[in-house]
Structure formats: structure tokens, C-alpha cells
């Protein structure tokens, strides 16, 4: 399987799943729209993956390429209808916004970990096959989306952000939640300060090691679901 990545930071690249694309046999390329990386031709890609980042949808002043990256989005579904995306976050908020939906700031950050649980139609959905009906999640936005395009179908939730997952037509999936996140996915971040300073300005001094712990201890979890997601992920349209 050979994956076309648009990556927004260096530490928000695509995690276990790339891990598991590679010992698959699989092969990546990355483009960073931000560092003007010339598209390839999207006939050589089985599925393109979207990743997190520090930005907002709507900051197009501040970062103009997103609507490049917008405009390449509708490209690729129109193009590809057959070649799934993923997108995580970010990724799944731009796919979102892409297509005519809404994003706007959450009144809480959800911030650390966090209780996702699925809903009656994720049951029937390929992409969460053999997915349990609730798991531990690595959040880390204060942005949601706040109203799905016309045509998408939520498929989970959490307390704090009523669509976590969704299907946007037939091959299209976002994610709010870090289900790459690996073992190391935290203390990564902990080593930027913008990360720091944004996650203590919403929780405070020393929620950053509790996150780092709470982390740890669900890693398994964490690596479950993604392992499963990777697995059906995989046989879609390849």
C-alpha cells in the first residue's frame, strides 16, 4: 500500500500507523504544504492520510496555504472517490471545513485522556470494525467541528465533543482524537513549548505530567484500537 501524508508539524506525523504501514511493506511520501512541497500525482497513492497541527482551519491569514490544502482535499475525493482519507485532528477538521461544514473554538479544551465511545451508526462503519463501543483516547484541541457537512455521518462522541468521528461520504474518515499516538507521542510534545505553554494556559502547572502518566497507563488501549483501525484501514479500497 502506498500512502500520501499531509503533514502540518514534524512531531504530528502519522505514528503507529505508519509503523504498522512499514512492516507491512508499505511505503509513505510527505508533503508539507507550509514548506510549498510540489503534490505528486494522486493516481500513484492508494490513500491519503491527514495529520494534526498547531493551526486553525479558519487561519488562512496567518497561513494562506491552507486553502491550498483545502482546495487539494476536494481534489483528491473528487479525483480518488475509490482511495480513502483519514484525517486525525487537524486533518479531520480540515476535511471538514473542505467539504462545507463548520468548526468553532470548544468553551473547555479537551486536553489529556479522554473517554470516546461510539455510537449506533459506527456499528455498520468499516473503518471501526472489531473497535470496542468505548476506549481511551490522547486529545489534545480546543477547536471541534461544530456542524458535519451535508451527507456526513457522526459516528462518535465524547463528553465534551459531540463528533469525535465521522464518515464524510463513502471513503472519507476523520478523527479527533491522536489514535497514532504512540508511546512516545507525549513526552515529545512536552518537549515543545508552545505545546507546554498552550497545555498549561488551559489546565494549569503540573497537568502535564499527569497527562504524561495517564498516557502511559493506556498506551495498551491506545495501541489496541489504532492496531485495529490500521487493520481495517488497510483493506479499503487497495
Known sequence: MRVLVFQHHDEEGPGSFETA??????????????????LPDFRRYDQLWIMGGV????????????????????????????RPVFGLCLGNQLIADAL??????????????VDVALNDAARSDPLLSGLPSSFKTVQAHGVRVAQLPDGAVSLASSAGCRHQAARYGDKVWGWQAHVEAQPDTITRWAELP???????AHQGEGALDAF???????MPEVLAVSA???RNLRGLGV
Open 194 to 200: 508552545d505545546f507546554c505553554e498552550w497545555q498549561a
Open 55 to 82: 493551526m486553525d482551519v479558519w487561519d488562512v491569514d496567518e497561513h494562506p496555504w491552507l486553502v491550498d490544502e483545502k482546495v487539494a482535499i476536494r481534489r483528491w475525493i473528487a479525483e480518488r472517490p475509490d
Open 100 to 113: 462545507g461544514g463548520t468548526c468553532g473554538p470548544m468553551k473547555t479544551a479537551e486536553i489529556g485522556m
Open 212 to 218: 504524561i502518566a495517564e498516557a502511559r497507563s493506556a
Open 228 to 230: 485495529a483501525m490500521y
Open 21 to 38: 504501514l512499514r512492516e507491512d511493506g508499505g511505503t509513505l511520501d510527505t508533503v508539507f504544504f507550509e514548506r510549498r512541497t510540489a
